[in-house]
């Protein structure tokens, strides 16, 4: 059977363990919603790194931030999550890449891709069942003003969740 060709999102000629600052989207499977618990879709999101949330995460919401904890301390000094938010049926994120350290030459860095799937397949793991759609979502944050308009973004995404695309009626 032909499956239809997929559209590379990627920049082809782009080294993608650059340093840098990267804003990244993860999508449920078939954009299921897992994250939040079902009593709390229609209030504030799960944002961390910023105010307190005034929703619960579900089960699977609870893994995923954990994970996302876990990710800066298997590259230290190098990968920093400075901000999150984790949606009822995805999460959006921003990651930056530093392998240049004070104390000597630069350190190898791992990729965008290399470190988002690794996350994924350790939130499958612990959760049991494959979580997420295949790839991600990604965008090379250029400049300081791209830079604050993708944290404002995270930060305002759980408020306007019923004018989200990935937001729909169940």
Known sequence: MDRPTRKE??????????NGAYFVTICTRN?????????????????FGGPQSKI????????VKEELKIIPSIYPDIVFIPK???MPNHIHLIIVLNAYSESG???????????INKFKGSVSKKSGFH??????????????QEYRAFWEYIET??????????????
Do not use: C
């Open 84 to 86: 999150s938010v984790i």
């Open 157 to 170: 995404n759980p408020m306007t969740w019923e004018n989200d695309e990935l937001f729909s009626k169940e």
């Open 9 to 18: 999102h990627r920049l082809k000629s782009y080294d993608y363990s650059q």
């Open 131 to 144: 979580v997420w759609q295949k790839s991600f979502y990604d965008r090379i944050i250029r400049n300081e």
């Open 56 to 63: 619960t995460l579900s089960e699977y919401g609870k893994i």
């Open 31 to 47: 954009r299921q919603y897992l994250f939040w618990n079902n009593y709390d879709f229609g209030r504030v999101g799960a944002a």
């Open 105 to 115: 030459p630069p350190k190898a860095a791992p990729t965008i891709g290399s470190i």
